[in-house]
């Protein structure tokens, strides 16, 4: 209870140093659950494309998932019920730009708006892979540029923020008028590579395209090799005319290096000219294996040694298909990025380590 002393002036002064907080602030509400009282003020709230990975990352966060329900009317329509309140609360919504990427995607928005509109301070949409990132610009006559318009739907629908991984094009984050925080696999890429690859020392870092070379001339600098690049030129989308090999991989492990493959004609190809030029062996690490269409069955009969790919997509499925297909879990890099952003942190530590 509050005790009196006597003051300098001879007044009797009230001390409140041993009264217990719930007598002097009868009205609060003490947290007895210690996750939140650890990160007060965060939600993370799965969508269905890829919950796995969002259980993965309140895993390391310590904390639960979001109490949220999707489901379909009958006519399609998408619906979202937030489970529990947001208002005040950083928000995060975890939701990957793969499987039915059209439906994932309205569902991302309309989870975006619910959030918004109860009243949340802060609303992340956190999306491993971005969708639509390969259409960032007029390569022809009349072409769109639908990842501008999903940048902008996004905004639209309240986003405060984005992370993302390996975006296609870096560009990308200048199509949004917020931040965009674009993560890389590259350390985790790094560190797989020095740890399975026995002779990486004698290995060279090939890229697939034109496109990639500079993802491949840093990672090749990391690990103090030379790299290689093979120059393609498509007839149309998903179909290669013609490589062109440029450098030098003979006696040498070749090591493909891009940031998605959707049919793998085109490492596939890579592959066999690789071979063909005198690689000792082939190996393929991929950020995104979207894996569409023929793309398991050419991967199996291809002559990779392994197929590296991280879990920005659910690949369990094409795990079980192929047995070269192997992969690294970034989970750790997006919920670090979550943790960081939430506490006010600087995030570019995470552009060249790996958090453990």
């Not at 949340?120 to 769109?144: E, L, M």
């Not at 984005?162 to 917020?178: N, P």
């Not at 870092?205 to 491949?216: E, H, N, T």
């Amino acid at each position: 209870m509050p005790s009196t002393v006597a003051g300098s002036s001879g007044r009797q002064l009230v001390s409140l140093a041993n009264t217990p907080v719930e007598l002097l602030l009868p009205n609060l509400v003490l947290d007895d659950d210690p996750a939140r009282a650890r990160m007060p003020n965060i939600k993370i709230f799965s969508g269905s494309s890829h919950p796995d990975l969002a259980q993965r990352v309140v895993d390391r966060l310590g904390i639960d998932l979001g109490k949220v329900v999707t489901k379909k009317f009958s006519n399609l329509e998408t619906c979202v019920e937030i489970g529990e309140s947001v208002r005040g609360e950083d928000v995060y919504i975890v939701q990957s730009g793969c499987g039915e990427i059209n439906d994932n995607l309205m569902e991302m928005l309309i989870m975006i708006n619910a959030c918004k509109i109860a009243s949340a301070a802060r609303v992340t949409a956190v999306i491993p892979c971005f969708p639509y990132a390969r259409q960032d610009k007029k390569d022809k006559s009349r072409a769109p540029i639908s990842a501008k318009l999903v940048a902008n739907m996004l905004s639209v629908a309240g986003a405060d923020h984005i992370i993302t991984m390996d975006l296609h094009a870096s560009q990308i984050q200048g199509f949004f008028d917020i931040p965009v925080d674009n993560l890389y696999a590259e350390p985790a890429v790094l560190k797989w590579i020095r740890e399975n690859i026995p002779e990486w020392g004698n290995s060279i870092i090939v890229s697939p395209d034109a496109g990639g070379a500079k993802r491949v001339t840093s990672i090749a600098d990391r690990l103090n090799v030379e790299f290689a690049l093979i120059h393609k030129e498509r007839k149309k989308a998903n179909e290669v005319a013609s490589m062109v090999l440029v450098g030098d991989v003979k006696d040498r492990v070749a090591i493909l290096v891009d940031d998605m493959a959707d049919t793998c004609g085109t490492i596939c190809h890579a592959a066999e000219k690789l071979m063909e030029a005198g690689a000792t062996r082939v190996y393929a690490i991929l950020t995104h294996g979207i894996f569409s269409g023929p793309a398991v069955s050419r991967i199996n009969n291809a002559c990779f040694d392994a197929v590296v790919v991280t879990n920005t997509i659910p690949q369990e499925q094409h795990m079980k298909d192929s047995s070269k297909i192997q992969c690294i879990d970034v989970s750790m890099v997006l919920a670090e990025s979550i943790r960081r952003t939430h506490n006010g942190e600087s995030v570019s530590y995470l552009f060249s380590n790996v958090p453990y």
